[in-house]
C-alpha cells in the first residue's frame, strides 16, 4: 500500500509595523498598503482630519505645501 503525502501550506509571514498617525499615513505611504493607523477617530466617531504637509518637486509648487480642510477638521458619518 502506497502512502499519501499531503503538501504543507507555505506559511505565510506577515511583519506589523508600529502604527502611525493618520496625517503620517497620508503624507507617506503609497496606495494599496495594509497600515495601521492609531487615533483616527474622536469619542463620537468623527475623524480627525490632520492639516497635512505635501511635497511638490515642481518649480512652480515651491516645495512643501500644506493642506487642511478647515477650522472643524472632523469629517462626519451618518
Known amino acids: 500500500m502506497s ?8 506559511t505565510e509571514v506577515t511583519t506589523v509595523a508600529a502604527a502611525m498617525s493618520f496625517a503620517e499615513f497620508l503624507e507617506t505611504v503609497p496606495p494599496s498598503q495594509d497600515i495601521v493607523i492609531e487615533n483616527i477617530f474622536n469619542s463620537r466617531r468623527e ?16 516645495g512643501t505645501r500644506f493642506f487642511s ?10
Open 47 to 62: 475623524i480627525i482630519v490632520p492639516e497635512l504637509k505635501l511635497y511638490c518637486g515642481d518649480e512652480l509648487c515651491g
Open 69 to 78: 480642510i478647515g477650522k472643524t477638521r472632523k469629517l462626519f458619518f451618518h
Open 3 to 10: 502512502e499519501q503525502v499531503r503538501p504543507q501550506k507555505e
